[in-house]
């Protein structure tokens, strides 16, 4: 399924490993063209991965300019403690130039508003949480509107953000429970995955093929889950007959709280999320 190519030039501010997975997967799947994408970032190894590479704002803003000042989109993607430095030059360099942008914001816990507040007025601001996946095209994104954002601005994020995985539309209110879950998400799995790595061990395995026996258990898992139409529990059902080994396995599970520790870790990650959303 070809994607529709976004039509406007695109600005990266911050040209990090986020940043470079979202738009080497666009690229790849006709989504973006490199010659119409920019990025501005202090440091030349970011800067010299992308065709049109600038370290000061002015000249990324010339750049925009040139390239047709119709509709153009910035993508914000510096650290969210870095919003503030990023942000000091572009911000008067956007208002001279009268562009009024759409700024995808990839920041997290960074609410819209703040990011609007940062940017300037004439922009549109449409809020994004990419997880780590993304970075081999099987990213699960959420996108979320603004006050200032339109439907156009919305359908420009979905865009970019399907050409590396999976999108839901969320209401802003709900991205600090969508980073516990899917954010953070990547880190429940690895975090299984050592814990088999370490039983492997335990049970007589060494380092390496405890490593390899875990690791290629969870992939064929994933792919199987990803393969049927059936959701996690009926699978499980399946791989578990009573009494059997599997069933001796996940009774402990059970005894131990592991399902209600794993409600009360999300949980805590999305509480953690808002208390740093309310201190920035």
Not at 58 to 68: C, F, H, R
Not at 93 to 99: F, K, R, S, Y
Not at 135 to 162: C, F, K, N, Y
Request: net charge negative; with cysteine; hydrophobic share 45%.
């Amino acid at each position: 399924m070809g994607m529709q190519s976004i039509q406007i030039p695109l600005l990266f501010v911050g040209g990090g490993n986020m940043a470079h997975a979202i738009f080497t997967g666009a690229c790849a799947s006709g989504v973006l063209e490199t010659a119409r994408v920019g990025v501005l970032d202090p440091s030349a190894d970011r800067r010299c991965l992308y065709e049109n590479g600038f370290e000061s704002a002015s000249d990324a803003m010339d750049w925009l300019l040139g390239e047709g000042g119709d509709g153009c989109g910035i993508v914000l993607a510096v650290k969210p403690q870095m919003l503030g430095a990023a942000t000091t030059d572009l911000k008067p360099t956007i208002a001279d130039t009268g562009l009024e942008p759409t700024v995808i914001s990839i920041l997290a816990g960074t609410r819209s508003d703040r990011v609007l507040d940062a940017m300037g007025s004439g922009c549109r601001v449409v809020r994004v949480m990419p997880n780590t996946p993304a970075q081999v095209g099987l990213g699960m994104s959420a996108i979320a509107g603004s006050g200032s954002s339109t439907e156009t601005d919305l359908e420009l994020a979905e865009r970019l953000m399907s050409a590396v995985g999976d999108v839901v539309r969320i209401d802003e209110s709900m991205m600090d429970a969508f980073t516990a879950v899917a954010g953070s998400g990547p880190a429940y799995l690895f975090y299984l995955v050592e814990a088999m790595t370490k039983a492997a061990v335990s049970l007589g395995f060494d380092d390496a093929m405890a490593r390899r026996i875990a690791e290629q258990t969870v992939i064929g898992s994933s792919e199987l889950l990803k393969a049927s139409d059936d959701d996690a529990a009926v699978l499980r059902s399946r791989v578990t007959s009573k009494n059997g080994t599997t069933y001796a396995a996940t009774t402990t599970l059970d005894e131990r709280g592991v399902m209600e520790a794993f409600v009360h870790a999300m949980t805590a990650a999305r509480d953690r999320g808002v208390e740093l959303g309310r201190e920035g």
